[in-house]
C-alpha cells in the first residue's frame, strides 16, 4: 500500500521558516515526479512546487518562487519554506506520480496534509 506521510508542519512567524518532509513507503518511487500543493479554507488547492525523480527539473508557484526550495533523497521530499508570509498558511500536501507539472489531477498519490500556521 502506498503511503505519503508529511511531517514539519506547524507554527512560524512572517519572516520565519519551516521545513516540510514527506516520506514515500509502499512502492518504488523510482521516475515519479512529487510535488507539494496546498489549500487555505475556503480555496481551491493550489500548485506550490514539483520535482521530478532526477531532481534536475524543479517548478515553483509564482507566489513562492525565492522563498521555497523543494528537493528530494529518493523517497522523500521537501519543502523549505523560508520568509513564510500571512498569504502562506494552509494545509500542504504531498503528492507523487508519473505526471509533471502544477495540475493536481496528475498525480496518483495523496498524503493527508500538514498544517502550517503563520503568525504575524
Known amino acids: 500500500q502506498v503511503q505519503l506521510v508529511e511531517s514539519g508542519g506547524g507554527l512560524a512567524q512572517a519572516g520565519g521558516s519551516l521545513r516540510l518532509s514527506c516520506a514515500a513507503s509502499?512502492?518504488?518511487?523510482?521516475?515519479?515526479?512529487m510535488a507539494w500543493f496546498r489549500q487555505a479554507p475556503g480555496k481551491e488547492r493550489e500548485f506550490v512546487a514539483a520535482i521530478t525523480w532526477s531532481g534536475l527539473l524543479r517548478d515553483y508557484a509564482d507566489s513562492v518562487k525565492g522563498r521555497f526550495t523543494i528537493s528530494r533523497d529518493k523517497n522523500t521530499v521537501y519543502l523549505q519554506m523560508n520568509n513564510l508570509q500571512p498569504e502562506d498558511p494552509a494545509v500542504y500536501y504531498c503528492?507523487?506520480?508519473?505526471?509533471?507539472?502544477?495540475?493536481?489531477?496528475?498525480?496518483?498519490?495523496w498524503g493527508q496534509g500538514t498544517q502550517v500556521t503563520v503568525s504575524s
Open positions: 509502499g512502492r518504488t518511487f523510482s521516475s515519479y515526479a
Open positions: 503528492a507523487a506520480g508519473t505526471y509533471y507539472g502544477s495540475g493536481p489531477k496528475g498525480y496518483d498519490y
